[in-house]
């Protein structure tokens, strides 16, 4: 398993105040990997860095062995699945998907079939014709990723894509994402503000606060082996916290 | 990606270039005539100050009374369960489709000296001067505070009331903690907006204003009958004055704007009084509306109304021999580019306004958009004819174009910067991604989910630039004079009759233009909903 995408010495500041600052980490080929923090830590900015729909002040980004600190978003072989997902509301879900395709030279051609083969992958063939307005919320999400990934990247970035839907439905697509990972073979860096989320998904998990990382390891290693008294308390109190009163509650 | 940022800087340059022209340097040219002696001269003169007080205090009694009327009909067709709430609302407006002048010749049809009424009732009318002014102000602009605050009561959130309820809190102080909280910026702009209209019209008190002088109809005077541009410069300065305090105090307003939309529909009790109530008011109001545009009818097709009540067609005869056909052409020849470049320049200004982040010409751009709102159109035309009268644009179709453009651009642009906000704040970063420019993206998703509100900015140019009689008045030449102009003259040469199926055939082509806007939009809705 090779280094997919490498990050070193990355900062960014906003109006002299520091977002990131001095960010260095790896992300393996076909890793799930999980960035974990509080509003306001620097994770958003991160991936929006990454994909490259925002500048930065210094550090490398490479992909591959490849610089692509100033490569164009579209250039970048990733995709990114945005918190409210924003599709087009005036297409369906089959357009959606197929839009990018239609201006790309080297599948034009074959837009249609690509994008209907995706769609059948992502389950979603029954929906075709539908526009976004007609699907529920974890059908919305499968059509975001399934525009993404009608580009083939072999990186899909994702900003919080749970927090507009319930309880229920985040378990079904955690799930979901996951199998369209393995289906995909593709490597996934995964945004979230939630424990669970960030333990129950990923093969590891970057914990951040203030622009900096504190702790990047396996689940297991951050829960039993916090970096320090931030990480316990964010991640191993909290979680301990919600195990002892589900416990409470049902008495299991 | 430098390819589009080019793109992008020369189409902000170029919107910025576009307004210097049409709306800076015009007004640049009225100050400039402004002379510190005539100013002098101006303000010795004991007429003058009787002026500003006439202006004043015919204004202030039509804002309480427009806002007042206005506020009653918004609560009749959101806040009661009176049925027809839509036909309620088009009849409402219909004043909204003629220009300022017809309201005047409608009233004088029914209250002048030989008006229905006054012959009817045997009294001498009383009509020309303050009360003539007043009402026809009041017809003039009820609609528009009626629109303004009918759409924010829409927009009212019910939990506050079902709190206040179930707090015990007495119904008036509801109304003053609850109601106020939510209605009082719409009813300060709705106050502002009035305001504004009336004290800058000069077609009401041209028709039925008698010996009371405004400041509009002295500017309009000094201006088209002495050509005194420097005297008209000043009162100009005046009339822009209180556009510029309301400008100033919506811009704070609207920095800390956000009520949002309801959360909660409000539910309406039943109650048969005040249903009662508000259905007979709405039926005073539609009825008077009803009656001074039914008077155009009469007039149009009586011979000689009170004396000879058999019907004719000699009239409209008049009227076309007149030239109407060539009139109504230019108004078309003028309305529908308007609408078309109008609606193009202020969709492209708002996409670049609502869809940039944090650039400075952004903020100039929409400040400059929001700010030709303040302008009032006999004011915006006074300038266009001091600035561009030497050049090639004098006298051509060209300049009434341009002036109306800009005259009407605040709203539409409104409108489009608003829808455009609603738009998801991802979508150019989605594009990004995928690879797909801004351009591309515009016309794909952009325009599609806003046809709506395009034909609604297209049918807003096109029907103020039907009526106004304001910009275009200091701007026309004969070859060039639309229909609404027609009315001025025939008003003024006493051809009532002429100038009533005039007034007739502006309202029946908005309503004409109105129907198609609507049928658009509907299409547009069921195509968003499939």
């Known amino acids: ?252 | 990606m430098a390819k589009s940022r080019v793109f992008s800087k020369s189409v902000k340059f170029l919107l910025i270039a576009f307004f210097a022209v049409t709306v800076f340097l015009p007004l640049a040219a009225m100050f400039s005539k402004v002379k510190l002696s005539a100013i002098g001269g101006i303000l010795k003169n004991p007429q003058f100050g009787k002026t500003v007080l006439n202006s004043l205090s015919v204004t202030l009694a039509a804002t309480v009374a427009s806002v007042l009327i206005a506020y009653l009909l918004a609560l009749a067709v959101n806040r009661s369960r009176i049925p027809c709430k839509r036909l309620i609302t088009v009849l409402a407006t219909l004043p909204m489709l003629i220009p300022s002048i017809s309201h005047g010749l409608g009233l004088t049809n029914l209250f002048g000296y030989n008006g229905l009424f006054t012959k009817l009732l045997g009294v001498e009318s009383g009509l020309y001067g303050f009360t003539g002014i007043l009402l026809g102000s009041i017809l003039y602009s009820f609609p528009v505070a009626f629109l303004m605050l009918s759409d924010a009561m829409q927009y009212v959130d019910a939990t506050p009331y079902e709190a206040a309820e179930v707090l015990g809190v007495p119904p008036v102080n509801r109304f003053f903690t609850v109601t106020m909280y939510y209605m009082k910026r719409p009813l300060v702009s709705a106050v502002f907006a009035v305001f504004t209209m009336v004290f800058t019209d000069y077609g009401v008190p041209l028709a039925v204003g008698g010996r009371f002088m405004t400041l509009p109809v002295y500017l309009y005077t000094e201006v088209i009958g002495l050509l005194n541009f420097s005297k008209g410069a000043f009162i100009g300065f005046i009339l822009l004055l209180p556009a510029v305090i309301t400008f100033l105090l919506d811009l704070r307003k609207k920095e800390s704007e956000g009520l949002g939309f309801a959360t909660k529909r409000l539910h309406i009790k039943k109650n048969r009084l005040r249903d009662t109530l508000l259905g007979v008011f709405c039926a005073l109001v539609i009825g008077f509306v009803l009656l001074v545009i039914g008077s155009f009818a009469v007039m149009t097709f009586l011979t000689k109304y009170p004396y000879d009540l058999t019907f004719t067609w000699s009239h409209i005869q008049t009227v076309f021999s007149r030239g109407m056909g060539g009139y109504f052409r230019n108004s078309l020849i003028i309305s529908l580019p308007v609408a078309a470049i109008g609606t193009a320049v202020g969709y492209i200004t708002a996409y670049t306004t609502a869809r940039t982040k944090n650039a400075l010409v952004a903020k100039v751009l929409h400040l400059t958009a929001i700010a030709s709102l303040a302008i009032p159109g006999i004011v915006l035309g006074l300038g266009y004819v001091i600035c561009f009268s030497d050049s090639f644009l004098k006298g051509t179709l060209l300049i009434l174009v341009f002036v109306n453009i800009i005259h009407f651009f605040s709203s539409p642009y409104m409108m489009a910067h608003n829808a455009m906000k609603k738009l998801n704040p991802n979508f150019e970063d989605v594009g990004k991604t995928l690879g797909i420019g801004r351009v591309r993206l515009l016309w794909d998703v952009f325009v599609p989910c806003t046809l709506d509100t395009i034909a609604e900015m297209f049918g807003y140019f096109f029907v103020n630039s039907m009526i106004t009689i304001s910009a275009v008045a200091f701007l026309y030449s004969s070859q060039t004079m639309p229909l609404s102009l027609m009315i001025n003259q025939m008003e003024s040469s006493m051809m009532f009759e002429a100038a009533a199926f005039t007034s007739l055939v502006i309202l029946l082509s908005n309503v004409v233009a109105k129907g198609i806007i609507s049928l658009v939009k509907s299409y547009c809705k069921r195509q968003y909903a499939k």
């Open chain 1, 1 to 252: 398993m090779g280094i997919k995408l490498s990050i070193e010495h990355l900062s960014k500041s906003f109006g002299g105040k520091p977002v990131l600052e001095d960010i260095s980490f790896a992300v393996n080929d076909g890793e799930f990997l999980s960035i974990l923090g509080a509003s306001g830590c620097g994770k958003t900015t991160l991936l929006r860095i990454l994909i490259g729909i925002e500048g930065f002040d210094g550090g490398t980004i490479y992909k591959d062995g490849k610089n692509i600190s100033s490569a164009h978003p579209s250039d970048r072989g990733m995709g990114i699945v945005f918190q409210n997902y924003a599709l087009f509301p005036n297409m369906t879900v089959l357009q959606n998907v197929m839009y990018a395709l239609k201006f790309d030279p080297a599948r034009r051609e074959h837009a249609r079939d690509i994008a209907l083969d995706i769609i059948e992958k992502v389950g979603l063939g029954e929906q075709l014709n539908k526009k976004p307005h007609k699907l529920s919320g974890g059908q919305q999400q499968r059509v975001a990723i399934a525009r993404t990934l009608a580009l083939s990247p072999d990186i899909v970035l994702f900003d919080e894509p749970m927090s507009a839907l319930d309880a229920a439905n985040r378990l079904t697509l955690r799930r979901e994402i996951k199998d369209i990972q393995s289906k995909f073979g593709i490597t996934m860096i995964y945004v979230t503000h939630d424990q669970e989320e960030a333990f129950s998904m990923s093969e590891r998990i970057m914990v951040m606060e203030g622009g900096k990382i504190l702790q990047l390891d396996t689940p297991k290693e951050v829960y039993h082996h916090p970096a320090n008294d931030f990480v316990h308390n964010f991640v191993t109190v909290h979680l301990e916290e919600k195990i002892r009163s589900i416990q409470e509650s049902t008495g299991v």
